[in-house]
T-cell receptor, first 114, second 114 residues
Framework: KAGVTQTPRYLIKTRGQQVTLSCSPI?????VSWYQQTPGQGLQFLFE???????NKGNFPGRFSGRQFSNSRSEMNVSTLELGDSALYLC?????????????FGQGTRLTVV | AQSVTQLGSHVSVSEGALVLLRCNYS??????LFWYVQYPNQGLQLLLK??????LVKGINGFEAEFKKSETSFHLTKPSAHMSDAAEYFC????????????FGKGTKLSVKP
């Protein structure tokens, strides 16, 4: 069974640009969550999607948005990039079944804003 | 609001020594608690989880954790450290059994000396 796949692994963008990150969950998983990891703030929850609907949202500005497609793949978009958006962005998928709710994480996309 | 506090951003032990990583949580509802491990340039891997069953939880790689409601703690232990245990460890809390919206601690980096 393939794991959670995030693309690209590394990305360099310029301030003011926008970026789209992609996450393919484990087959059969309908829940996809996104997290931002930085040395200063640690791991912070961005949002969770389930069956194409945003189910939970963290405390991030509106520049951060996401969506989920019918095949459960998810994308995250950051507009008007700032230097502080440089981070490792992690995606996690889970099945949401009562007895099997483990979240599996991808290797992340490392975004550098210059 | 939920929160997690991990005491000690860095812990160093000798190979074969006891590993103790501390985690205290704050939650207004019965929490679900998790420990994750992250190796350099990797995503997170679930070590173990507490979901209101047994208070002593055994995980992978010889790790275990004990849920103590009176102390609001969920400390991670391993009787004998191995060099391969060197990594960063994160404690996380969720209001729900599903792991779609995790609140993480700041992490503890474990070093293992030969």
């Amino acid at each position: 069974k393939a794991g959670v796949t995030q693309t690209p692994r590394y990305l360099i963008k310029t301030r003011g640009q926008q970026v789209t990150l992609s996450c393919s969950p484990i087959s059969g998983h309908r829940s996809v969550s996104w997290y931002q990891q930085t040395p200063g703030q640690g791991l912070q929850f961005l949002f969770e999607y389930f069956s194409e609907t945003q189910r939970n949202k963290g405390n991030f500005p509106g520049r951060f948005s996401g969506r989920q497609f019918s095949n459960s793949r998810s994308e995250m978009n950051v507009s008007t990039l700032e230097l502080g958006d440089s981070a490792l962005y992690l995606c996690a998928s889970s099945s949401d079944r009562p007895r099997n709710t483990e979240a599996f994480f991808g290797q992340g996309t490392r975004l550098t804003v210059v | 609001a939920q929160s997690v506090t991990q005491l000690g951003s860095h812990v160093s032990v000798s190979e074969g020594a006891l590993v103790l990583l501390r985690c205290n949580y704050s939650s207004s509802v019965p929490p679900y608690l998790f420990w994750y491990v992250q190796y350099p340039n990797q995503g997170l891997q679930l070590l173990l989880k507490y979901t209101s069953a047994a208070t002593l939880v055994k995980g992978i790689n010889g790790f275990e954790a004990e849920f103590k409601k009176s102390e609001t703690s969920f400390h991670l232990t391993k009787p004998s450290a191995h060099m391969s245990d060197a990594a960063e460890y994160f404690c996380a809390v969720s209001e729900k059994r599903s792991q779609g919206n995790l609140i993480f601690g700041k992490g503890t980096k474990l070093s293992v000396k030969p």
